[in-house]
């Protein structure tokens, strides 16, 4: 093993009760940056009190180390003997894991005296985090723009990338439809720039230390620019694409050579300028309408692709596999595409100004991952196998798990993640980019002030979400166990059954997506029971005849209308779940959910009360889905046979269901705003002032919920 110069970090005196005392030394290597970071990881969760003291009296020393040869990377150990603790890792970055999981041992009460030997390895070797930033963002909404100043702030950042660390998430992706003029000001182009020069100046010590910062956890960071774009004063001073002054995403492309020039330029510079950035991303489609496949990786090869090769270092590279065949931004998959762009990937590895592989990036049953655990559909629609077979060799595939469908509400469903990552690994698979398009985890704006929440940032109140993915896709052998320690560490004993009751209520999120077939962002949003009227082309709640005839996602499940028309599945293949089964399992879930934290005392803090009543809010809709599905079956029974005691049952079902809605009402409108929602502020297609701060609250859709009872009452037989 390569030796280490050794460095005292810092010498400790751990109190154990009141009349005895330990002294701990962790020593690392001064020099790496990562392993300050690991040693700094200890420090929070160990010290008392820094002392000076002789070594006779040391009672535990914690040795970092680093040992490629015996661990491969991200991997470490955890080795205990005698008064020392050996934390090995495969690379800085198996170390800072070694350190956090020790530290973790130690916030939950496990003594150092009783630390126990331990080897964990990753699973998946890229992990990453989708951070749509607010700046130039890819839809307009204040949902997206209220996060300015917070994601300004570098406290915020070192508090994100601290939760990444402890996760395991190992990459950054900072996504953006025009960024370079934020890290840059481009040098033969200056008048691109819409920055002062101290402007200019913040927003670089902004990025670079956001870059330095994940480089100190052992994060990738990457830079992801949508196509194609370029700033207003570029456009007004060249006079080229001034139809897209405001940024729109669906839009023509232009192609002028001028642009081209500068967009490689930025590439370029951006790389140079920021050695520590880890790469680059590209997609196809936005800005690049009237494009056909061949001209859409043209451009890329003649900018993106070719500003990279320039650069004077190598750098990785995110391929986002085009979801468009046709020259529409929204097209659909076709196998012709597929050939030309594993062609065009293996192509971009051979030219050996790329790291490692490429990650070929494709969205996991397109917006809306959490549904079910199978492959349905991806952006665009049908996957085929072209980017399978033969394996690749030059390129992983990394499913993007977007998640359109929860902002608000806490969720964690651990058996739903671990089946997914198990179920989708294969032999070319890479890992997994989790995040969303339409929510920014920075600015808590769904809290009312009056419950004076004890976290500061968003992303605290979805801890358990990060956790479970993050740890999952590290190692999805990663037990409960593990999470439920955390709900004791933060609740002590009440918070014994939080992990199940969560994932019985949570599980109403993946039901309802798994149901209702969805695409795009805006086709579905689970939290608030709404998806896209495609008529109006609004975001509206989901009516129970929008309900009866809506296919689900899941090929498993049997829609309503086909259930009462007893029509079976294709081939005489039964259904696993029908209507009524699947009613049934909710109401078994989500009562079973309530039952568990019936009697926690959510006096005893703010946080245990908005965990409990996120819980009791998802196992709500639940009951209310249910008491819908069942009342849609009664009243297409009643359409269909003219049972008059099939149309009280519909209404009774219904009436049941508008009752579950009140409940959700009741325990969420003392805790939270009308929140802004991106899902919102393109009402009929279009944006404007208006639909720019359209908020949702649930009390807000009541009156489309009391209309399902009214359509009940008013339902006629359909006569054939």
């Known amino acids: 093993m390569k030796k280490m110069p050794w460095c005292l970090s810092f010498i400790l005196l751990l109190l154990v009760g009141k009349s005895s005392s330990q002294v701990v030394i962790v020593r690392y290597n001064q020099a790496s940056p990562q392993q300050q970071y690991a040693a700094s990881v200890l420090y929070n969760v160990l010290p008392k009190k820094i002392v000076n003291t002789n070594p006779a009296s040391v009672s535990f020393n914690i040795d970092l180390a680093v040992d490629p040869a015996s661990l491969s990377p991200e991997a470490f150990s955890i080795t205990p003997s005698g008064k020392t603790i050996k934390i090995t890792g495969g690379d800085e970055r198996g170390l800072i894991y070694g350190a956090l999981s020790l530290a973790e041992d130690t916030r939950n009460g496990i003594s150092l005296k009783d630390c126990k030997p331990k080897k964990e390895k990753p699973f998946l070797p890229f992990r990453a985090i989708k951070y749509d930033l607010p700046w130039d963002t890819y839809r307009h909404s204040y949902a997206l723009s209220l996060h300015d100043q917070t994601c300004r702030d570098t406290a915020y950042w070192k508090s994100f990338l601290d939760m990444m660390a402890e996760n395991r998430f190992n990459s950054l992706t900072l996504w953006n439809l025009h960024p370079y003029t934020f890290l840059v000001k481009p040098r033969n182009f200056p008048e691109a720039s819409p920055w002062t020069d101290s402007e200019m100046k913040e927003w670089q010590t902004l990025f670079h230390t956001i870059i330095r910062m994940a480089g100190e956890r052992a994060i990738d960071t990457y830079i992801v620019p949508f196509n194609i774009f370029v700033t207003p004063e570029f456009a007004k001073a060249h006079n080229v694409a001034m139809d897209n002054l405001s940024h729109d995403y669906f839009v023509r492309g232009d192609t002028s050579a001028i642009?081209?020039?500068?967009?490689?330029?930025?590439?370029?510079?951006?790389?140079?300028?920021?050695?520590?950035?880890?790469?680059?991303?590209?997609?196809?489609?936005?800005?690049?309408?009237?494009?056909?496949?061949?001209?859409?990786?043209?451009?890329?090869?003649?900018?993106?692709?070719?500003?990279?090769?320039?650069?004077?270092?190598?750098?990785?590279?995110?391929?986002?596999?085009?979801?468009?065949?046709?020259?529409?931004?929204?097209?659909?998959?076709?196998?012709?595409?597929?050939?030309?762009?594993?062609?065009?990937?293996?192509?971009?590895?051979?030219?050996?100004?790329?790291?490692?592989?490429?990650?070929?990036?494709?969205?996991?049953?397109?917006?809306?991952?959490?549904?079910?655990?199978?492959?349905?559909?991806?952006?665009?629609?049908?996957?085929?196998?072209?980017?399978?077979?033969?394996?690749?060799?030059?390129?992983?595939?990394?499913?993007?798990?977007?998640?359109?469908?929860?902002?608000?509400?806490?969720?964690?469903?651990?058996?739903?993640?671990?089946?997914?990552?198990?179920?989708?690994?294969?032999?070319?698979?890479?890992?997994?980019?989790?995040?969303?398009?339409?929510?920014?985890?920075?600015?808590?704006?769904?809290?009312?002030?009056?419950?004076?929440?004890?976290?500061?940032?968003?992303?605290?109140?979805?801890?358990?979400?990060?956790?479970?993915?993050?740890?999952?896709?590290?190692?999805?052998?990663?037990?409960?166990?593990?999470?439920?320690?955390?709900?004791?560490?933060?609740?002590?004993?009440?918070?014994?059954?939080?992990?199940?009751?969560?994932?019985?209520?949570?599980?109403?999120?993946?039901?309802?997506?798994?149901?209702?077939?969805?695409?795009?962002?805006?086709?579905?949003?689970?939290?608030?029971?709404?998806?896209?009227?495609?008529?109006?082309?609004?975001?509206?709640?989901?009516?129970?005849?929008?309900?009866?005839?809506?296919?689900?996602?899941?090929?498993?499940?049997?829609?309503?209308?086909?259930?009462?028309?007893?029509?079976?599945?294709?081939?005489?293949?039964?259904?696993?779940?029908?209507?009524?089964?699947?009613?049934?399992?909710?109401?078994?879930?989500?009562?079973?959910?309530?039952?568990?934290?019936?009697?926690?005392?959510?006096?005893?803090?703010?946080?245990?009360?908005?965990?409990?009543?996120?819980?009791?809010?998802?196992?709500?809709?639940?009951?209310?889905?249910?008491?819908?599905?069942?009342?849609?079956?009664?009243?297409?029974?009643?359409?269909?046979?003219?049972?008059?005691?099939?149309?009280?049952?519909?209404?009774?079902?219904?009436?049941?269901?508008?009752?579950?809605?009140?409940?959700?009402?009741?325990?969420?409108?003392?805790?939270?705003?009308?929140?802004?929602?991106?899902?919102?502020s393109q009402q009929g297609g279009k944006e404007s002032k208006e639909n720019f701060y359209l908020t949702f609250h649930w009390e807000k859709l009541r009156g489309e919920v009391q209309k399902d009872v009214e359509i009940a009452k008013e339902a006629k037989r359909v006569s054939r």
């Open 259 to 680: 642009i081209k020039q500068y967009t490689r330029e930025c590439v370029t510079q951006m790389l140079n300028e920021y050695p520590d950035l880890t790469g680059i991303g590209l997609t196809l489609g936005e800005g690049m309408a009237g494009m056909t496949p061949e001209q859409r990786e043209e451009w890329m090869n003649e900018t993106i692709i070719e500003g990279m090769r320039l650069a004077n270092r190598k750098s990785k590279l995110i391929h986002r596999i085009p979801f468009s065949s046709t020259t529409g931004s929204l097209g659909i998959t076709s196998i012709e595409t597929e050939k030309l762009t594993r062609k065009t990937i293996e192509e971009e590895a051979s030219m050996g100004f790329t790291e490692g592989p490429i990650w070929a990036d494709l969205k996991f049953n397109w917006s809306h991952a959490h549904s079910t655990t199978k492959l349905i559909k991806v952006h665009g629609g049908k996957l085929y196998d072209t980017y399978f077979k033969p394996n690749p060799t030059t390129y992983k595939i990394v499913w993007t798990a977007r998640n359109e469908d929860f902002f608000c509400l806490r969720w964690g469903v651990s058996s739903f993640v671990r089946e997914h990552i198990k179920h989708n690994m294969q032999a070319y698979s890479g890992g997994y980019i989790i995040g969303s398009e339409t929510y920014i985890p920075a600015k808590d704006y769904f809290s009312k002030d009056s419950i004076h929440i004890p976290w500061k940032y968003a992303f605290e109140r979805q801890w358990l979400f990060y956790k479970l993915w993050g740890r999952l896709l590290y190692d999805p052998n990663t037990g409960d166990a593990t999470f439920n320690a955390e709900f004791l560490r933060r609740y002590g004993k009440q918070g014994s059954h939080l992990l199940t009751a969560s994932a019985l209520a949570g599980s109403t999120a993946l039901r309802i997506a798994s149901y209702f077939d969805c695409g795009w962002d805006f086709t579905l949003y689970s939290e608030g029971m709404m998806a896209l009227d495609t008529a109006t082309k609004n975001v509206s709640y989901i009516s129970v005849d929008r309900l009866i005839h809506q296919p689900p996602l899941d090929t498993d499940y049997l829609s309503i209308a086909d259930y009462v028309r007893h029509i079976s599945p294709p081939f005489g293949r039964q259904p696993k779940i029908t209507p009524p089964a699947l009613a049934l399992a909710l109401e078994k879930d989500c009562n079973r959910a309530l039952t568990l934290v019936k009697n926690i005392n959510t006096k005893a803090g703010q946080s245990l009360l908005c965990e409990v009543a996120d819980i009791r809010t998802w196992a709500y809709l639940g009951l209310h889905f249910a008491e819908k599905i069942r009342g849609a079956i009664a009243l297409q029974v009643y359409r269909s046979t003219g049972d008059e005691g099939s149309k009280k049952m519909a209404l009774d079902h219904l009436q049941k269901s508008l009752a579950y809605w009140d409940s959700i009402i009741a325990i969420t409108r003392p805790l939270y705003n009308d929140m802004p929602l991106v899902h919102l």
